[in-house]
Antibody, heavy 123, light 106 residues
Framework: QLQLQESGPGLVKSSETLSLTCTVS??????????WGWIRQPPGKGLEWIGS???????YHNPSLKNRVTISVDTSKNQFFLKLSSVTAADTAIYYC???????????????WGQGTRVTVSS | DIQMTQSPSSLSASVGDRVTITCRAS??????LNWYQQKPGKAPDLLIY???NLHIGVSSRFSGGGSETDFTLTISGLQPEDFATYYC?????????FGQGTNLEI
């Protein structure tokens, strides 16, 4: 049974770097069928696509986050990671990791989500 | 970025009703349109992908349609468990943007 579990600090200080880990169980992160991604949801608001990664290391991140995003993968541990630098209160959100599927390069269908982890940025 | 606009933002309905939510893309996206359901305190769940394909395990009460820029999600015979927030999302061009959500209330 597929499970995605986010982990990381729930509280990050303003201007510091948010670091999250997504541990995948029940599937191989090295599957050629899937990408792996991060999505966030500020309190009471909608969903925002952060970025995604393929197991071979190719990544995409949302330009709106102004190059503050780094997404990486460790296939040996079946994990992938999110780093968001120079955080502000606007980065306070629930962060979800997810499995992405689709056709060819258009792997944007989120067919499985982690439960999400709440991150608060404090001043 | 492709902008996704849902309407209405909120919708009141009763058990047994049929409701339709619309989603409009700011540019052509073919049928690369997906729908998600989110209940309070939970992660979203995929309902429909590529405009009209029902995800595994999703009730046939849900149906989707449309292409190019205009799409619909229809729920027939509303059940109590269907009251939730619904999001559309385009997977045509990254960043794979979402609509603002439609809150379906009793």
């Amino acid at each position: 049974q597929l499970q995605l579990q986010e982990s990381g600090p729930g509280l990050v200080k303003s201007s510091e770097t948010l670091s999250l880990t997504c541990t995948v169980s029940g599937d191989s992160i090295s599957s050629s069928s899937y990408y792996w991604g991060w999505i966030r949801q500020p309190p009471g608001k909608g969903l925002e696509w952060i970025g995604s990664i393929y197991y071979r290391g190719s990544t995409y991140h949302n330009p709106s986050l102004k190059n503050r995003v780094t997404i990486s993968v460790d296939t040996s541990k079946n994990q992938f990671f999110l780093k968001l630098s120079s955080v502000t209160a606007a980065d306070t959100a629930i962060y979800y990791c997810a499995r992405l599927t689709g056709i060819a390069a258009r792997r944007g269908i989120i067919d499985f989500w982690g439960q999400g982890t709440r991150v608060t940025v404090s001043s | 970025d492709i902008q996704m606009t849902q309407s209405p933002s909120s919708l009141s309905a009763s058990v047994g009703d049929r409701v339709t939510i619309t989603c409009r893309a700011s540019q052509y996206i073919g049928t690369y349109l997906n729908w998600y359901q989110q209940k309070p305190g939970k992660a979203p769940d995929l309902l429909i992908y590529t405009a009209s394909n029902l995800h595994i395990g999703v009730s046939s009460r849900f149906s989707g349609g449309g292409s190019e820029t205009d799409f619909t999600l229809t729920i027939s015979g509303l059940q109590p468990e269907d009251f939730a927030t619904y999001y559309c999302q385009q997977s045509y061009s990254p960043p794979y943007t979402f609509g603002q959500g439609t809150n379906l209330e009793i």
